[in-house]
């Protein structure tokens, strides 16, 4: 699966010009598994323009409950409005706005019960990185978040390393690959049901490098902010996509 993550980013001109561009290019690459999240403001926006293709619209985030908690979304309204996934634990959520892994995770029981397929990021700093100290940080991430709670069969992991957003930096797409196998490892043996989720890189990919990942078996897909803003670039990327894993 292929998700944009616009961030805080997008107007509701541009995004008409976007979703244009967009649906030209998807009618001849056809692929099946493409997520946009844009701002909750610009969601039914989205949803609206895209409604004639196959394409699943979500939240960047979300609250763990509704009621007096002035500025939020509740897990209701997401059901309202007929979200397909919601991101929860992202870096920048995790950095800018203080929430540790102890609140992600009641964020992802949120989703559990409300059946809302949750995208679970996780991430190492550069600092961990270079300490060797990434496994350790992504299981520690993982067991905190969704380890003892239900495990939805829907569950996406994307591994985005902090260092590797938004800085042209990215680590090895082999050493990725190696992660990723690692990480649903850790899923796997926590998980009844025997799940292995899918998950998917974050961080720098352009359409340059994607290939490069896409090539490797364990990576499902990508989470992708910046490139994502450029229609054009996004639909290149999600030929890629489509040529490596969906042929
Ligand atoms: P980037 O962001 O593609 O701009 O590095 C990825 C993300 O933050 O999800």
Same mark, same amino acid.
């Given at each position: 699966m292929i998700i944009a993550n616009w961030k805080a980013n997008g107007d509701f001109e541009s995004n008409k010009v976007w979703c244009n561009r967009f649906i030209e290019r998807m009618s001849s690459i056809g692929s099946k598994s493409i997520g946009i999240a844009p701002s909750h403001l610009h969601f039914n926006q989205i949803k609206s323009d895209l409604k004639d293709h196959d394409i699943e619209i979500g939240f960047q985030d979300i609250d763990i409950e509704g009621g007096a908690r002035t500025g939020s979304i509740s897990p209701s309204m997401a059901i309202d409005s007929n979200i397909s996934f919601c991101l929860i634990g992202h870096s920048e959520r995790r950095e800018?706005?203080?929430?540790?892994n102890n609140y992600i995770s009641k964020k992802y029981q949120a989703l559990t019960k409300h059946n809302i397929k949750p995208i679970l990021c996780i991430g190492e700093s550069y600092k961990e990185f270079q300490a060797g100290k990434t496994e350790k940080k992504l299981q520690s991430q993982i067991e905190k978040c969704i380890? #003892?709670?239900?495990?939805?069969?829907?569950l996406i992991i994307a591994y985005e390393p902090i260092w590797a957003i938004g800085t042209g930096n990215t680590p090895k797409p082999k050493d990725v690959n190696t992660i990723h196998e690692f990480i649903k490892d850790v899923v796997q043996s926590a998980s009844e049901k025997n799940l292995r989720p899918k998950v998917l890189y974050g961080g720098s990919v352009n359409k340059l490098n994607a290939p490069d990942f896409f090539?490797?078996?364990?990576?499902?897909g990508a989470l992708i902010? #910046?490139?994502?803003?450029?229609a054009n670039v996004f639909s290149d990327i999600i030929e890629i996509f489509s040529r490596h894993k969906e042929k």
């Open positions: 800018i706005f203080n929430e540790d380890l #003892g709670k239900t495990i939805q069969e829907n090539v490797e078996k364990n990576i499902d902010g #910046g490139a994502s803003l450029d």
